[in-house]
């Protein structure tokens, strides 16, 4: 059965600083990995989509990897923003009988201090 | 409107009341979702819909009952609902059902009294 694992679950950094947040999965054949951003009670946020071909996606400030044979992808902010604080979720496809769906992880809750 | 709306963003209930969610997709997706969030848990999916048809109902209780209309249109109808349901409610939409990329809405805050 597929788990998805976040680490940190929390972070605080100062502005400008450039970060790393964690995604583990169990079972390595996934189909692709999804990054959203969730902004408090609010709605989830597309930021990156890895297919299980690709080794990495990158979005402006953004650049998720994919390693799936270690079961990893990191998410990297560079020079992060007070905007940018929120709650980070990753997400991954399965591609076969009961995987066959988005299998999440509790996310990584993000504040980027002034 | 663009994107995924639902309405209404907050609802207040009794046990006893009746009610609906209502989401509307503008993109043009043949998919759509029902998922449930509570704090300190994933997000839970409840249902799929794909051309209309439901294609996944993960173990949801009977008093959630899902409706599609059409590819646009998703409503969650709600009955005798139990303090524990009180959660946010997130409709989501893609292209295909597996596979691709999910758009959500903003969510509907559920408190049931």
């Known amino acids: 059965k597929q788990e998805v694992t976040q680490i940190p679950a929390a972070l605080s950094v100062p502005e400008g600083e450039n970060l790393v947040l964690n995604c583990s999965f169990t079972?390595?054949?996934?189909?692709?990995l999804q990054w959203f951003r969730q902004d408090p009670g609010k709605g989830l946020t597309s930021l990156l989509l890895?297919?299980?071909s690709q080794r990495e996606q990158t979005s402006g400030r953004l650049n998720a990897s994919l390693d799936k044979s270690s079961g990893r992808s990191t998410l990297y902010i560079a020079a992060s923003q007070p905007g940018d604080s929120a709650t980070y979720l990753c997400?991954?496809?399965?591609?076969?009988?009961?995987?066959?769906?988005?299998?999440w992880g509790l996310g990584t809750s993000l504040a980027v201090n002034p | 409107e663009t994107g995924v709306t639902q309405t209404p963003r907050h609802l207040v209930m009794g046990m006893t009341n009746k009610k609906s969610l209502k989401c509307e997709q503008h993109?043009?997706?043949?998919?759509m979702y029902w998922y449930k969030q509570s704090a300190k848990k994933p997000l839970e999916l409840m249902f799929v819909?794909?051309?209309?048809?439901?294609?996944e109902n993960n173990s949801v209780p009977s008093r959630f009952s899902p409706e599609c209309p059409n590819s646009s249109h998703l409503f969650l109808h709600l009955h005798t609902l139990q303090p524990e349901d009180s959660a946010l409610y997130l409709c989501?939409?893609?292209?295909?059902?597996?596979?691709?990329?999910?758009?959500f809405g903003p969510g509907t805050r559920l408190t049931v009294t």
């Open positions: 989501a939409s893609s292209q295909v059902w597996t596979g691709e990329e999910q758009y």
């Open positions: 993109l043009g997706h043949n998919a």
């Open positions: 819909y794909s051309l209309e048809e439901r294609v």
């Open positions: 079972d390595s054949a996934i189909y692709n």
């Open positions: 890895i297919q299980s």
């Open positions: 997400a991954v496809w399965g591609n076969a009988g009961n995987n066959r769906k988005l299998i």
